[in-house]
């Protein structure tokens, strides 16, 4: 019988995989950020050409976006946009997880070493953002910088033009537009460095912004101020395609198509005549995208809670384990002592790495290395579900040792075996011993699930800056973000402690008790 449920789970299995990759055949899977407007963006629905946002009810659009379009008609496929963070697209490419990258990325030669580009598709000029009320609104060249507060985004050629800056502080590289937007706004910084048609964009979109083109300008590369798809460098029958439909878009159509992408770009409400207070603010930015949150809150709250569970019973598991006797037969014993060091490896390795580096692994190095690749949500869960086991592994056995010794013995004596002792006496203990710090657990998942943006699950925090990067307004919207994390931890805080209670008022240890009398 069990070979038989055995076989019934594994052909599903199979043909869940299988119907997967059918449908994923049936699009081009293009890979973009969708928050560098005019060259990629997100909106809420397909007016103006937009794309739909694979695993969401959103839509892409944008220059890159209008591109990848023309690419994936020529295939005679459907374009399908991977929303990935920017440090997520080269591995989500090479692991294989998107069919190509259209971000606004310049093929620059380090990139070159991991995957292929296609020729340029757009040619970008460097340029400032400041603010237009600071310091710096007034500034000319390059020179009228010095001592300015400046940063660049991480992981691209903007942070190589810093020497050109003589005598600015150079700050931090971030890691988006959406955070170098938000610290000019704030103060944080004084400027940052962009690309025309993103200055343009942040100009139009936030009227305290300005763009600053320095004359002379910056040097750059050839390689640097292109802008091209990026491809894996084994799929060259695609790398001709991409190529052969770039080489029909004239130079006059190019610029036409960003001069249009500007014109339709999302923009905010800085130029109404009366400016609503922060307040005000806040409960436009909920109104219009109250689904958005309450999507990514529901994400969030299903992968904690069931990770949460998971690794409970994954660390009840190894504890029980741990403390069972050794056998007396020398292969199983043997056999204990080698699943033990392996529980320990497990044990070390998920406690002593932060958990988003355990995402890009697990999401996109099994699928590279070994060619498997898991739904983000699924991989979310298996990812939150073995850190917490780690972690739970170790309250347990303190649980466990927080049990009378006497308690093992008297059970003993009465002829119980080790699994009638731990299911019956001492787990009944543990659970309640273990419960606070289980339901701490619960709540650091809830926060720790915005580190899985990285691979690009629509969890709350991935959601709230996706409408950021809409708006504008970064600071209400990340305002609403921590309201709804308060209230989801109170909330979860409160029930806990009202099971505890529950507990504290049951008689749960009379049998125990009754032993040890």
């Known amino acids: ?53 694979e ?42 997880k998107i069919d190509m990258i259209a971000a606004g ?75 170098m937007r938000q610290a000019l706004s704030s103060g944080v910084i004084d400027a940052y460095i962009s690309e025309r048609p993103e200055a343009l964009t942040a ?30 460098k084994d799929d060259v029958a695609t790398l001709v395609q991409v190529n052969d439909v770039l080489s029909t878009i004239s130079e006059k159509d190019r610029v036409a198509l960003m001069d249009k992408m500007i014109n339709i770009q999302p923009a905010d409400d800085a130029d109404q005549e009366e400016t609503p207070n922060f307040f005000q603010q806040m409960g436009t930015i909920l109104s219009k995208n109250w689904k958005q949150f309450l999507r990514g809150t529901g994400i969030t709250l299903l992968i904690s809670m069931i990770g949460t569970i998971v690794g409970l019973i994954i660390g009840l598991l190894i504890g029980v384990f741990r403390t069972a006797p050794k056998s007396e037969k020398a292969v199983v014993a043997a056999l204990q ?48 579900s073995i850190n917490t086991g780690a972690y739970m592994s170790e309250i347990v056995r303190g649980g466990i040792f927080a049990v009378d010794k006497g308690q093992f013995e008297a059970a003993t004596a009465l002829g119980f075996t080790h699994g009638q002792t731990m299911r019956k006496v001492v787990l009944p203990q543990v659970i309640r011993n273990i419960l606070p710090a289980t339901g701490n657990e619960f709540v650091i998942n809830i926060k720790d699930t915005s580190v899985l943006n990285v691979i690009s699950v629509v969890e709350l925090y991935f959601s709230g800056n996706t409408v950021a990067t809409q708006t504008y307004q970064y600071f209400q919207t990340f305002t609403i973000i921590a309201i709804i994390y308060f209230v989801l931890t109170f909330t979860v805080t409160r029930i806990l402690r009202s099971i505890e209670k529950r507990f504290d008022s049951d008689n749960y240890t009379t049998g125990a008790n009754q032993m040890q009398i």
């Not at 070979?3 to 049936?26: C, H, P, Q, W």
């Not at 690419?71 to 459907?78: D, F, P, V, W, Y």
């Not at 890009?360 to 290395?369: K, L, R, S």
């Open 1 to 53: 019988m069990k070979k038989k449920y055995a076989l019934l789970l594994l052909t599903l299995v199979a043909l869940i995989a299988t119907g997967f990759r059918v449908k994923a055949d049936e699009y081009l899977r293009v890979g973009m950020e969708a928050a560098y407007a005019p060259f990629n963006w997100t909106q809420e629905d397909d007016s103006n050409g937009a794309v739909k946002i």
């Open 55 to 96: 695993g969401t009810n959103q839509y892409a659009n944008g220059y890159d976006v209008q591109i990848a379009k023309k690419i994936a008609e020529s295939m005679g496929k459907k374009p399908l946009v991977v929303k990935i963070s920017w440090t997520g697209l080269i591995p989500a490419l090479t692991s294989g």
């Open 105 to 179: 990325m310049s093929p620059t030669e380090e990139r070159k070493l991991e995957i292929s580009f296609s020729n340029s598709y757009y040619t970008s000029e460097p340029v400032l953002v400041v603010s237009r009320d600071g310091e710096f609104a007034d500034a000319k060249g390059l020179d009228d910088f010095k001592n300015a507060k400046i940063t660049a985004q991480q992981g691209v050629w903007h942070v190589n033009l810093f020497p050109q800056l003589a005598g600015v502080d150079a700050q931090t590289p971030m890691g988006d537009f959406s955070q």
């Open 203 to 232: 100009e139009s979109a936030n009227k305290t912004f300005k763009m600053i083109a320095p004359d002379p300008g910056f040097e750059v590369s050839e390689s640097d101020a292109a802008t091209a798809v990026g491809l894996r």
């Open 337 to 384: 002592k080698v699943f033990g060091w392996f529980l320990t490896a497990y044990i070390e390795i998920f406690r002593g790495t932060p958990m988003i580096v355990q995402s890009m692994v697990i999401y996109y190095g099994t699928a590279q290395a070994f060619g498997i690749s898991i739904n983000r949500t699924l991989a979310a869960i298996f990812i939150v």
